[in-house]
């Protein structure tokens, strides 16, 4: 009998590219995806744990399953994700709607899961740290999400343990997958239309296999022909080696917006942070990729009222923010995690957190209004990914990342158009293809 899988994806790019896999996975047993969940007969939820609110999410969304399913068959409830892996056999206690628990590092077990689910009527939680087992798994499985736009995970988990975070145990220690796995995965997505990839890792260019690094990952990817644009992400500070910083110098295809989580403009928020950077040497890498391309711009993650962070911190964030002129970047309100060495720290004031979350957004919200403002009447290169909703318009995004909405058609889907900036928002620009697709700006 065939079987259909709704899944529902939480959280970062990874997941994603997990949910895609996982799908590609659960196919070989039977199982169709739908889009309606009330005709599932499998409910997937791949979860986030990076903020107590995203955990939250899934509690509130199985309550919502229980009550649409509540006059028909119970569906097959699977957690996978972060919050799978933190919360495991717990979940079970306090959800017992749940039937699976997978964690991140076990999707490879997934369909046996499923099948000694069904065949013994027992709840299963797999939660083991097995990434080579899973990526060997995965790789013979071809991954067929099909995207202009798809994601390639080369690299999970983390070593650096920075004191609010709950990466480290949930996606387990660094794991950097073979090179030629990674390239032949690459060759199959671009063979199936992929015209841009983006490397993933919680720790992206802490990545290294043998002798090989992310420079020498995006150099041999770029070879490919039909490939048009490369992305990684999420790299960290101490990471960004001189030969990475390098390549910005002659690589055609890295796209140059470079997302480099900083958290806190202050050295000594990032020394109670467990960052292990300071501000001066977030400086040099930031002066040393300007000066290989002045079209570099940088995006940033930031934490706001980190337990400590006092008035002259926040400032100093602030003055970051001006000097560096982030754009497309992520604010968000200190979370306390269990397990991390920063859950039991004082909190800061509600109000006072509000007040700066506030000043924060409005000065990144500032920033990318000016760069798109400063758009509007020039041309510029969009990766044209799919159609808007309503079909009317063709949806893509500048080099930058930024979304773009212009008048084109079924033919420009994943090429290279030059679209003339009309008008825009703090989030998008709206314009017009001015010739035929594939005519590149120079
Ligand atoms: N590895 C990346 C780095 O080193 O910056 C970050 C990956 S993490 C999945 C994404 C972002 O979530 C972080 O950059 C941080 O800003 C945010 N984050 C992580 N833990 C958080 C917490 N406890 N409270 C609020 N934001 C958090
Ligand atoms: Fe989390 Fe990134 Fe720090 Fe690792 S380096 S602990 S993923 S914030
Ligand atoms: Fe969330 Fe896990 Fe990604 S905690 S941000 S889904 S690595």
Redesign the pocket.
């Known amino acids: 009998m065939t079987q259909k899988i709704f899944i529902k994806t ?3 790019q ?2 994603e590219y997990d949910s895609n896999r996982i799908f590609d996975a659960v196919k070989k047993i039977g199982f169709q995806k739908t889009e309606k969940y009330e005709d599932a007969n499998c409910y997937l939820l791949n ?4 903020r107590d609110k ?1 955990k939250e999410k899934v509690y509130h969304e199985i309550g919502r399953v229980k009550k649409i399913f509540r006059s028909k068959e119970k569906p097959l409830v699977i957690i996978t ?2 919050v799978a892996q933190a919360e495991n056999e717990e979940m079970l206690k306090r959800e017992p709607y749940i039937d699976l628990i997978i964690g ?1 590092q076990s999707y490879h077990k997934i369909n046996d899961t499923i099948l000694d689910h069904i065949k013994k009527k027992k709840k299963f939680e797999v939660t083991e740290f097995d990434p080579i087992s899973k990526f060997e798994y995965f790789d013979k499985i071809k991954n067929n999400s099909g995207k202009v736009s798809s994601f390639l995970t080369i690299q999970e988990g983390c070593d650096k343990f920075c004191h609010f975070c ?2 480290p145990f ?2 387990g220690p660094e794991y950097s997958r073979p090179f030629n796995q990674i390239l032949d995965e690459a060759k199959y997505l671009i063979d199936k239309g992929a015209k841009e990839i983006i490397l993933l890792g ?1 720790n992206v260019n802490a990545y290294k296999n043998k002798n090989h690094k992310l420079s020498d990952l995006i150099l041999e990817i770029e070879k490919l022909d039909s490939v048009e644009r490369i992305r990684y992400t999420t790299s960290h500070p101490r990471d960004m080696t001189d030969d990475l910083i390098d390549i910005y110098k002659y690589s055609k295809k890295l796209m140059p917006l470079v997302h480099l989580p900083v958290q806190s403009g202050s050295n000594r928020i990032l020394n109670l942070m467990n960052r292990k950077h300071t501000i001066n040497e977030y400086f040099r890498i930031f002066d040393s990729l300007k000066e290989i391309n002045s079209n570099v711009e940088f995006s940033s993650d930031f934490i706001i009222g980190y337990p400590g962070e006092n008035k002259k911190d926040f400032d100093d964030t602030l003055n970051l923010i001006k000097k560096i002129k982030f754009i497309n970047s992520y604010s968000f309100i200190f979370s306390p995690r269990p397990g991390t060495v920063a859950s039991n720290l004082g909190l800061i004031d509600k109000s006072i957190l509000i007040e700066r979350l506030e000043k924060i957004q409005n000065l990144l919200f500032e920033n990318q209004m000016t760069m798109n403002k400063n758009l509007e009447s020039k041309y510029i290169n969009v990766l044209a990914e799919n159609f808007t909703e309503d079909k009317t318009q063709v949806f893509g995004r500048s080099e930058y990342m930024t979304s773009v909405i212009f008048n084109g058609n079924k033919n420009d889907i994943g090429k290279i158009v030059q679209v003339k900036i009309k008008h825009s928002n703090r989030s998008t620009l709206f314009g017009e293809k001015i010739n035929d697709s594939n005519q590149k700006v120079a």
């Open positions: 939480f959280g970062c990874m997941n979860t986030c744990h990076i995203a994700g972060c991140p709950v990466v949930t996606r919680q």
